[in-house]
């Protein structure tokens, strides 16, 4: 690895392409979207920062020897107490994670997850061309991913049913409690990010001075943020209606699993405006897209043309591929998917489905009978489509290396 004074040269080095892609977020990020000094130094500064107490805890295990990764993963699933002889590093992490902040509240958690569950299918779209689409405009942690393997070809189906399953995990009923899938899915993602830090800032030649650490709080929180701030924002467009508690219930629930992944307090998306502010100014002084990039999105949007369907499946496989070119057009905006060779399509699908989901939400969603009908079919929707990903297999996370 190597590093130079003058910090990563990646902050604003694209300044003209980013503007163009974050163009469509600008308007939500009035009156002052743009960066001051210190915000801009805060964020060229969170490049070089990384989850320290993860970091500490892969030394333990990787230099000293001290700990496990079977001790790790015993007290991910039982508890610190259950390992014999608990290491002090390992006690140390565990009681990290156990000491809920004072901010937590249990109760706006499970009316977030309940509002997420409610969405339904629309979730997968928006994941998908919204987040992780949209999220490959961003070049600068892309050699990290791709370095893994597993974003491209056949393996872009399974990642997505990873991440998925790590979201289903988060948004289900007592998901987040200490031993819910949420939790335990999300400690196990935060120390493999840290592994995957250690390995290439030891043992390749990285360079830290033009890319930042290569996984970074700046990096951690627009993935946050793609999850929560941005996802609120295209589900709207889709015509998903939320109240304003609801709003804050959900990026409340986002921001308890930011924490738990080691994404420092001040990156946390407390406030939806301030969040949308910040998501700006992360993409505006984000690198632009690149061959890495165009990979990734090729992949993905490829992927329904490679999907077995059981009928007329010549046919459904170009509907899919249409519907996503069309939700990824709307979404990202016509910069953001040139930016990735994406082509472009009308927005047919997302003005369809805007007409059913203002009927969905904003009409029968007002009763309370109502509501509770929309619960139970989000809820079936979003397990169909979880087993329809991997012909009924539920993933794991990706593993640990041994």
Known sequence: MTTTSAGPTRYMRDRAASARITAPLRPFAWPAPDATA???AALRRALLERDEPSAALVRAIRDDRTVTLGQFRQALAAGVDAV????????????????????VDRDLIALGARTLRRVGSDVGDVLAYGSLLGGYNNSGPLPVLVASGRLTGER??????????WWNGC????????????FTLSVHVRLMHAFVDYHHEHETDWDSGERGLPVNQFDQAGTLGLFSITFLLHTR????????????????LWCYV????????????FDERAGLRMMY???????KADENSVALARSLVDLPLHTDYDRFAKLRRRYEYER?????????????????HVPLRPPWYPAARFVVNVAKHHVLGRFPAGKRRLQRHGERQLLDVQLRLLGGEIPDVVPLPD
């Open 171 to 182: 948004v289900a009923d007592g998901g987040l409690d200490r031993f819910g899938d949420g």
């Open 84 to 103: 014999p002889d608990a290491p002090a590093p390992l006690r140390e992490y565990f009681a990290l994670l156990e000491d809920t902040p004072a901010w």
């Open 281 to 287: 100014q992360i993409g505006a002084s984000s690198p």
């Open 324 to 340: 996503g070119l069309s939700l990824a057009t709307t979404l990202l905006g016509p910069a953001g998917v040139r930016a990735l």
């Open 156 to 165: 872009t189906r399974r990642r997505i049913a990873e991440t998925g399953a």
């Open 237 to 252: 467009v889709l015509g998903v209606r939320y109240t304003r508690r609801e709003a804050d219930a959900v990026l409340h």
């Open 258 to 269: 930011g924490w738990l992944m080691g994404v420092d307090e001040r990156w946390l998306p």
């Open 38 to 40: 210190r915000e801009a």
